[in-house]
């Protein structure tokens, strides 16, 4: 249980969470890491907070109503995190959603996927839209500006729209992370989970980000803090509007690549920032890979099952070659 926990706390935080601190590290890359990491932990301390106290223990914001926690974990479970760890190396924008709760709920996965593909097409779609109607006044003034300070009532922006979007990030997500421990739980695990989310989150910080960071730095621009703020903004709506529609887990991640891929479009054509050929090479690489999670966690979740069967055989085996040892033994005098 805490190992399955640990495991998906450092792969979701690595990986999902970049998603959303990413335009935060970037355009905040002056300032030193670890006051970065004060702030995003302690927004993180208080949503947790929040949940356990005012949903009865569940943190998860009824996330996993629809997911009962098995009565015995398997080290079969652990199989879902380490994959996404090692997707994670390769720098691939994967959903934990996906990866993670289809290994506890298959059948959920086509509500899910239907979620999360609706996600991105809004998110696309949106950012297409604004993208296209501020594009000749804001951005191409952003750009044009880009070496010079911005004014300080930006930071504070940048600031409040972080904040804002990583608690409906962890509205979404924290089931993800919380799927491998009771459903209600005790005070003294909160803190621990409180605890070991921040120490997670404080190497995360100190890395700057690590290999998901360059989905975001790839991106035009990204490391102004002006445009990182509507980015920002733009996602943590979509992201509180599909929370309020429903409890169905889905896919943060593929609403932040089609916030990404609307608006890397809408910039090419606007301001032609790159050639067309290398805007959908980044927009199709990224979709790629965030597709490759979904073929990942099908296989994953049609064959845990069998795993967890063969695991439990495989147990029974030894124990009653252990218990036939016992008992043809010599007796002891």
Same mark, same amino acid.
């Given at each position: 249980?805490?190992?399955?926990? &640990? ?103 086509? !509500? ?35 070496? /010079? ?9 940048? %600031? ?7 608690? /409906? %990030?962890?509205?979404? !997500? ?25 120490? *997670? ?23 102004? *803090?002006?445009?990182?703020? *509507? ?19 889905? &896919? ?49 979740? &049609?064959?845990?099952? %069998? ?19 016992? /008992? ?6």
């Amino acid at each position: 249980m805490i190992l399955g926990f &640990s495991l998906a706390s450092y792969a979701v935080v690595a990986n999902d969470a970049i998603q959303t601190l990413g335009t935060f590290l970037a355009s905040n890359a002056r300032r030193s890491w670890w006051v970065l990491w004060m702030y995003g932990s302690g927004i993180l301390a208080a949503t947790l907070l929040y949940a356990w106290w005012f949903n009865d223990g569940d943190v998860s914001y009824g996330r996993l109503e629809a997911i009962p926690r098995p009565e015995a974990l398997s080290w079969v479970h652990l199989i879902p995190p380490l994959a996404l760890l090692a997707l994670t190396r390769w720098g691939a924008p994967v959903s934990t959603t996906f990866l993670l709760l289809t290994a506890f709920s298959p059948k959920g996965l086509g !509500d899910m996927l239907s979620k999360s593909v609706l996600g991105y097409g809004v998110a696309f779609l949106a950012a297409i839209v604004i993208y296209l109607a501020v594009a000749w006044t804001v951005e191409k003034r952003f750009l044009e500006t880009a070496d /010079q300070p911005a004014p300080a009532y930006w930071t504070a922006l940048q %600031w409040v729209s972080t904040g804002f979007l990583w608690t /409906q %990030w962890l509205v979404q !997500d924290l089931a993800n992370i919380f799927v491998y421990l009771p459903r209600k739980l005790a005070f003294e695990h909160l803190v621990g989970a409180i605890v070991l989310m921040s120490a *997670i989150q404080m190497v995360t910080f100190y890395r700057r980000g690590g290999e998901i960071q360059r989905v975001v730095t790839s991106k035009t621009n990204t490391d102004d *803090i002006r445009s990182a703020t *509507i980015v920002d903004f733009i996602y943590a709506v979509i992201l509180a509007v599909f929370a309020d529609w429903s409890r169905v887990p889905m &896919s943060t991640t593929w609403v932040f690549i089609g916030l990404l891929a609307g608006r890397e479009l809408a910039l090419t054509l606007r301001l032609a920032v790159r050639s067309q050929a290398d805007t959908l090479r980044i927009v199709f690489s990224d979709l790629g890979k965030a597709t490759a999670g979904i073929a990942v966690s099908v296989v994953v979740a &049609s064959s845990l099952p %069998w795993m967890l069967e063969a695991a439990d055989r495989t147990s029974a085996v030894l124990a009653e070659e252990a218990m036939a040892a016992i /008992q043809g033994a010599p007796a002891l005098r």
